[in-house]
């Protein structure tokens, strides 16, 4: 069974500060996913990375897939009130058929 | 624009109802999938679908069951709804591993 761990799980933090989030597994994916999902509402795709090491940007917003394809960070640069929500990663054995192994996610709360 | 589209929001049953989850999407994809989310507990793959009339269990598909008749349309039955389904249904599509969500279904069942 493939299992992927997400840290922190809660994090509340003040405007204007940059934060990390974590996604690790002792598997090995073929993609990772990244989704943001606020309350009552389903999660929203925000990237896929597929090579190891690569580094994707989404304005604030900076994915990276370990080298292994093990692992993924999500680093957010001057969080904005707007960044509130529950991060989820998501990590794909091929093909897609048989969906994604999600973490827990990571609850964040950027303050004003 | 990718969309998925599930009929209610929100839904209130009575134990033992029969409840219908319809989810539909507008992309042509072939996989689609059932999940519910639950506090602490993460998304859990109730069943999935890879193509019309076929579907696969997933890791929780006790006292579900699903129907596939059309590409774009994917029904999650509750045969006989129980207090412990009270939760939030996900629907979700996919083109090769990124998969698409819908909005949810928040069920409470009483």
């Known amino acids: 069974t493939q299992l992927l761990e997400q840290s922190p799980q809660f994090l509340s933090i003040q405007e204007g500060e940059n934060l990390t989030v974590y996604c690790n597994s002792s598997s090995v994916f073929s993609s990772l996913q990244w989704y943001r999902q606020e309350p009552g509402e389903g999660p929203v795709l925000l990237v896929t990375v597929v090579t190891g090491g690569e580094v994707k940007k989404l304005k604030r917003l900076t994915f990276q897939f370990g080298d292994a394809r093990k692992d993924s960070s999500l680093h957010i640069t001057a969080a904005q009130p707007g960044d509130t929500g529950l991060y989820l990663c998501?990590?794909?054995?091929?093909?897609?058929?048989?969906?994604?192994?999600f973490g827990k996610g990571t609850h964040l709360i950027i303050q004003p | 624009d990718v969309k998925v589209t599930q009929s209610s929001r929100y839904l209130v049953k009575r134990t033992g109802e029969k409840v219908f989850l319809e989810c539909v999407q507008d992309?042509?994809?072939?996989?689609m999938f059932w999940y519910r989310q639950d506090p602490g507990l993460g998304l859990r793959l109730i069943y999935f679908?890879?193509?019309?009339?076929?579907?696969e269990k997933g890791d929780i598909p006790e006292g579900y069951s699903v129907s596939r008749e059309k590409k774009e349309r994917f029904s999650l039955i509750l045969e006989s709804a129980s207090t412990n389904q009270t939760s939030m249904y996900l629907c979700?599509?996919?083109?090769?591993?990124?998969?698409?969500f819908g909005p949810g279904t928040r069920l409470l069942v009483l």
């Open positions: 679908s890879y193509d019309v009339k076929m579907k």
């Open positions: 979700a599509s996919s083109w090769g591993e990124t998969q698409y």
């Open positions: 992309m042509d994809h072939e996989n």
């Open positions: 998501a990590g794909g054995s091929g093909g897609g058929a048989d969906g994604l192994t």
